[in-house]
């Protein structure tokens, strides 16, 4: 998730260079160079197992928050991962977002145009925190934002390939640089050809659905008068008298809101103007974010309405600007929640059913004590494989053959079979002789039952 640009503006410049984490040996390792040892102790052994070294998603996780990978500096971080990937059969593709910076592009086989894909971002906020686990909880920086995400989707789509759940063809990975300031690597991502039919970002969300979340508008107001000596205000233009006004209008605005994500917030962050207070001021200026919950256009007309009439007043948009974004939410198990921050959901461009889910709460994400409960990793991976299924074969689906009515493909939801056949059947009676359902035993039972129940 990011922050306000202003904010990531500061924090960025806050950031110190990337550097190699120094080697600490194991005790596995150690035991390693001491062959003249003829077999470890007993519990020397049990010491060497330890719990993250034997868990596929704890040791990937490790690896991943180990290497620095402040925004802008993500260049080793996908390195390790297209090193990490491709040794594990992935076709590993990367694409230059700009000077050494990458987004990764992984999927199986030659095939680079799958059903699903699964995202999320490889860059963290300054500074680096390093990676500390005590017993459930891993602290250090990204261990929450995103790199949570990012080891919890990879091995899910490993545990599905195991168990031959998924074939080529079905998922693709990608990891992409800057989510946490300006979305240049999502933005980036459009250049690649690609259309999915569902798209799993990963950004904490406490294992939960989101429901969706506020779109962002900024723009400055700017005011232009005339400078005179205060003794003689009548000869000047005061802009800071007319930017008073217009902040007050806009401060008092009604904006549109939304069922599901609430009101929209308008917030005047900044205010600049004046030179000395024996000077009627000839420039002034304020900055102003509204997280956006209704329509985009209309809360857009309305702002610019609100300050038309007021004298020497114009407002300047900054380019990034988008409304509220709504998520595919309802899914049996899974728990909702909504979301104040923004992503990367909007910068993929496409016309893709979108999840938003992923392992820690952003409460904790960009602090200085950003950590994840281990349980909660391994809750995502479970999280991302029954997503992944429900993105393959939604839960509704069944295949059905509706015998003299034609056939209805496996692809085909529970109701839009079923609606089919209840008016076919509510139209023609008499030539309807049966309907065979060819469905798994669970969802005929269920369909046949749904069929009965609307006849
Ligand atoms: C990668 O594929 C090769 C050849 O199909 C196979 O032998 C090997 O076990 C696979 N490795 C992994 C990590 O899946
Ligand atoms: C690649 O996979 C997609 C999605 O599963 C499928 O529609 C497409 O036909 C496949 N392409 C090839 C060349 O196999
Ligand atoms: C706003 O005013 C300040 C102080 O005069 C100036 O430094 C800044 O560039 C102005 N901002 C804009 C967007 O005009």
């Not at 049996?332 to 923004?342: H, Q």
């Amino acid at each position: 998730m990011k922050l306000t640009p202003v904010l990531l503006a500061c924090a960025l410049s806050a950031s110190t260079s990337a550097y190699q984490l120094p080697q600490i040996p194991t005790l596995s390792n150690l035991a390693s160079h001491l062959p003249s040892l003829p077999k470890l102790p007993g519990f020397l052994k049990t010491l060497t197992t330890d719990s993250i070294s034997a868990s596929p998603v704890l040791s990937l996780h490790r690896s991943l928050v180990q290497i620095p990978s402040v925004t802008g500096e993500e260049r080793p971080v996908a390195d390790f991962l297209t090193t990490y990937l491709t040794s594990h059969n992935f076709t590993v593709e990367s694409q230059v977002v700009s000077g050494d910076r990458i987004n990764l592009y992984a999927y199986l086989g030659t095939n680079r145009t799958t059903h699903t894909l699964l995202t999320s971002h490889i860059d963290t906020v300054p500074p680096f925190i390093p990676y500390r686990a005590s017993h459930g909880t891993i602290y250090g920086r990204g261990s929450n934002d995103a790199k949570g995400s990012v080891a919890a989707m990879i091995t899910a789509v490993q545990e599905l390939l195991a168990s031959s759940t998924i074939k080529e063809g079905d998922v693709s990975l990608l990891f992409v640089v800057g989510e946490e300031f300006d979305g240049v690597g999502m933005k980036a991502a459009n250049d690649l050809g690609l259309k999915w039919n569902t798209v799993i970002f990963g950004e904490p969300t406490e294992n939960k659905l989101a429901v969706g979340h506020k779109g962002i508008m900024l723009f400055h107001v700017l005011s232009s008068g005339k400078a005179s000596h205060s003794g003689y205000p009548q000869l000047g233009i005061n802009a800071n008298s007319q930017l008073i006004q217009a902040l007050a209008r806009l401060d008092a605005l009604e904006l549109p809101e939304s069922d599901l994500l609430g009101p929209s917030t308008l917030n005047i962050g900044r205010i600049d103007g004046g030179v000395a207070v024996n000077v009627i001021p000839a420039h002034a200026n304020a900055s102003v974010a509204v997280r956006v919950a209704g329509d985009l256009d209309e809360t857009l007309s309305k702002i610019k309405d609100a300050v038309k009439g007021v004298p020497g007043i114009e407002l300047k948009f900054l380019s990034q600007m988008y409304g509220p974004v709504e998520l595919d939410h309802e899914v049996e198990g899974f728990d909702t929640i909504v979301c104040a921050y923004g992503t990367d959901v909007p910068n993929l461009k496409g016309d893709h059913r979108k999840f938003l889910y992923g392992p820690g709460s952003i409460l904790t994400a960009h602090g200085d004590n950003e950590y994840v409960l281990k349980s909660d990793l391994f809750d995502a991976v479970n999280g991302y494989k029954a997503l992944i299924k429900e993105a393959l074969w939604p839960k509704k689906l069944v295949p059905a053959v509706v015998e003299g009515e034609g056939v209805f493909n496996v692809g085909e939801r529970i109701e839009e079979v079923k609606n089919a056949v209840v008016d076919k059947v509510a139209e023609k009676v008499a030539e309807m002789e049966r309907i065979v359902v060819m469905a798994p035993k669970k969802a005929k039972g269920r369909f046949l039952k749904e069929v009965e129940e609307d006849l």
